[in-house]
């Protein structure tokens, strides 16, 4: 089932919410490659793409809290490193033959936490990083 982006999900910072849109749009296409029956070497550049896209954007995220001076940056960049090894063991054991790396259940883990993360975690750091690292104003101090 494909997760759609809108205006609810928004954490009020351009560039997170691009990321965001990309990551849903990444995680679909992994859902919509495994429904199709692509093969293991389609599935297996979309976990790629899905693995390093969320590395660089995690990377993003949490250089925008720190330029922003967000008070919880650690604990969240910690629901971060877990989810990237998360994806960096699915990720091996799909290259490696484990077809059951994919199953339902690993991707409906993955859309849960993601649309989750987004929803809860993300959006609370949303008052500090307003237009942070967009070229625009700065945050505006968590009002
Ligand atoms: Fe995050």
Not at 45 to 59: D, G, P
Not at 97 to 115: F, I, P, Q, S, Y
């Amino acid at each position: 089932m494909s997760v759609v982006w809108d205006e609810g999900m928004s954490v009020g910072n351009p560039l997170l919410d691009s990321d965001h849109r990309i990551l849903i749009t990444v995680l679909n296409q992994l859902d919509d490659a495994r429904d199709t029956g692509q093969s293991r070497e389609v599935v297996a550049s979309v976990v790629n793409v899905l693995a390093e896209y969320t590395e660089h954007h995690f990377q993003r995220e949490e250089a925008i809290m720190a330029q922003a001076g967000y008070p919880h940056l650690a604990a969240h960049a910690a629901l971060h490193r877990a989810l990237e090894t998360r994806v960096r063991d699915i990720r091996a054991r799909w290259q490696g033959g484990d077809h059951g790396a994919l199953g339902d259940e690993v991707v409906d883990v993955l859309r849960n936490w993601l649309t989750d993360h987004i929803m809860v975690v993300d959006k609370s750091y949303g008052p500090w990083v307003r237009n942070v690292g967009c070229g625009t104003r700065e945050g505006d101090g968590g009002q």
